[in-house]
Every structure is written in C-alpha cells, then in structure tokens.
C-alpha cells in the first residue's frame, strides 16, 4: 500500500519538478511559438499534479483491504442512520415542544438549555430598547 502511494506520488509530481526547473533555468525568448508551447505545458504539469490527489482514493480502493471494510461500514452505517432518521421524523412526522423565549420548535436538551441560561444571556436582553453609548 505504501510503496503503490509513494509511487503514485512521484510519478504524478516529476513532470511538474522538470518544467519548474526549465522554467527558471530557461533563456527568456521572444518566439511566441515557444511562449505558447511552455505555457500548455506548465498547464498539463499542474494538471498532473492534481491527479496525484485525485487518484489517491482509487488507489487505496484497489490496494487497500482495511481501507475498503472501513468505507463499506462507514457507508452502509450512514446508509442506516439515514432511513431511521427518514423513518422516524419525517414518515412519523414527530413535533417537538416549543421554547417559550422563541417561536420555533426545539429539542427537549435546547428547552432545558433556554431555562438553565442567567438573565444576562445575549438571549434575553437587559431592555426592551437598545441605548446607545453617546
């Protein structure tokens, strides 16, 4: 697994290495055909460069046994939680109590946070009416 990532890495980052250093060692010249032809390349080295990034993941799918079991567990876990949440408050349509300081339903641990805060919480402001300084 090791050896296939540190390949990867260094065959996706020498092309970028090699039209660096051509273009700091290269004599500046006016030839617009080779401006151009410097430029596309400086491009694809780029474009190189972030397919070591990208092939990362395929890599460890294919080289990676432990890698591949944590990502099946991880999705069918997800997988799992979402249909219990989409079973539980969406097809149950569940309500929650509301808060008495907002409009807006809330959790029973949100309600037992609104009581528990002190009278000067930025929630519950000291007047009704906003006094300026000056």
Sequence with gaps: MLVTISLSFYLFTIPGMIMYLIEIYSLKSRNINKIK?????????VIVLQLNNATNFLFYCFAGHRFRQAAVQTYYGYSALSKTFFHHYILRNKEYGYARAYGHPVSHSAQTALTNRSSTSPYYPRSPYKTSPL
């Design 37 to 45: 032809l410097k430029f596309i390349l400086a491009q694809l080295s």
